[in-house]
């Protein structure tokens, strides 16, 4: 058998004729998150200041650009969005002077952190988001993430430390995460909040940026892949959220096994670019791979194939800057790079 098209996807013979399974990145490779995912989290950061430390703004441009989000997520170790999020807010609550209040609030509420967020920067506001917008250096601020090891740790250690008891970004969203809390909220909407979390949104009431989500694969792409062999898929989404947007897309029918946010969190592991969640969701197809590839949008996808012992394939589909990404994953070893998820074609059996 030959899965997949060599001419397409520039592979050597030897590495095509093994790939017996086919293992997908969902956000940037499956599906379209450029109006959902990234959406949220530059209406997220927004939030942060405009509601809850109520910064005055000329009009109502965002503090980032999706050229912004980009850069920092494939600085490293930001393939939890809830993370990328929470360092874009670390970030911004960096370059205002130090705010100070005598008492953090008792009793850990979304509607008592917002308050407090009012409360420490009433009177005269710090700056203006616009003004907060024009220091920031987005690009600065990733190639030092990256060259400090990427993810939050690494972004800590790039900050000077003003403001950071004011990111409330840990915990459990229904009390104390209020990034992921809002993030939730402009991701889901109203009604589908209510549904997975069983209780009203506190910040959002409007329909989630979710609807806007769209497939990247063409159903009959994936239906001809299914049917030489089997599909699966790792993501960092909750399970939820996956298994709403696979069903509404009419594309979950295709794959065997799904490794999600709940399952690595449920086996204590960690996500992106640690394989673990890559060679779990392998092992649970049929039948049992021995040299499966993954298909992934971003620098840590490459690194977690690589780490795995899988072919890594890149695809550019939704990159802002698509040469600086084709360069990011030739230098990281990728074996292949698609402009496009439809390129993946298989071939008559010989």
Known sequence: MQPCNPETLNLKPETLNQIDALIFDMDGVLVDVSRSYRAAIIRTVDIFFSQGMRLPAADDTPLLTPADVSLLKNAGGFN?????????????????????VSTLPLHRRIATLMAYLQIVSRGKPPLTMDELRSRKNIAALAKKVSQTGGGLSALQKTLAGNNQHLVFGRGNLKKENLIQRIFQEVYLGETLFTEIYDEPPTVVHHPGVIRH????????????????????????????????????????????????????????????????????????????????????????????AKAAGFTAIGVLATATDPNALRAQFESLGADAVLENPNELRVTKDQ
Do not use: C
């Not at 939890?80 to 100070?100: E, H, K, R």
């Not at 049992?288 to 590839?293: C, D, I, Q, V």
């Open 80 to 100: 939890n969005d809830w993370d990328l999020t929470t360092a874009f807010i670390a970030y911004f609550l960096d370059l205002l002077p130090p705010l100070s």
């Open 213 to 304: 989500e769209k497939p990247l694969v063409r159903p009959e792409t994936l239906a001809a892949l299914a049917k030489k062999m089997p599909l699966g898929i790792a993501t960092g989404r909750p399970r939820a959220e996956a298994e709403y947007t696979l069903t509404r897309l009419g594309i979950d029918r295709h794959f065997q096994a799904m490794l999600t946010h709940d399952e690595i969190s449920a086996a204590g592991a960690r996500g992106k670019p640690d394989p673990w969640s890559l060679r779990e969701t392998a092992e649970r197809l049929y039948p049992a791979p021995t040299h499966p590839a993954y298909i992934g949008d971003t620098p840590d996808d490459i690194r977690a």
